[in-house]
């Protein structure tokens, strides 16, 4: 119910951007954002935003990552800048309105 895509490999220092979209079917969320997962640790959130406009980070990304919403489509973005050998996870989408949805994954992959 929830497309991710525009994860794969990456020098460190590049670029990428992740997109998020929800089917049709979903309706009136009112926050969408990611998590990533390395192996053996924890989910870790990365961003959300709000349907007001409001968008956190996580210390780890902030000023590197920029998190957009467009919740008329009901999609989420996620532009991934100065990104280093730690970004290294499975990019998890999530959103949430009457109950919580979550993507089934996208790699993303910094070489140093």
């Known amino acids: 119910q929830l497309m991710e895509s525009g994860g794969g490999l990456v020098q460190a220092g590049g670029s990428l951007r992740l997109s998020c979209a929800a089917s049709?079917?979903?309706?009136?969320?009112?926050?969408m954002g990611w998590y990533r997962q390395v192996p053996g640790k924890q989910r870790e959130w990365v961003a959300t935003?709000?349907?007001?406009?409001?968008?956190n980070y996580a210390d780890s990304v902030k000023g590197r990552f920029t998190l957009s919403g467009d919740f008329d489509k009901n999609s989420v973005y996620l532009q991934m800048n100065s990104l280093k050998p730690e970004d290294t996870a499975v990019y998890y989408c999530?959103?949430?309105?009457?109950?919580?949805?979550w993507g089934q994954g996208t790699q993303v992959t910094v070489s140093s």
């Open positions: 999530v959103a949430t309105g009457t109950t919580m949805y």
């Open positions: 049709g079917s979903i309706r009136a969320l009112n926050v």
């Open positions: 935003v709000t349907r007001g406009g409001s968008t």
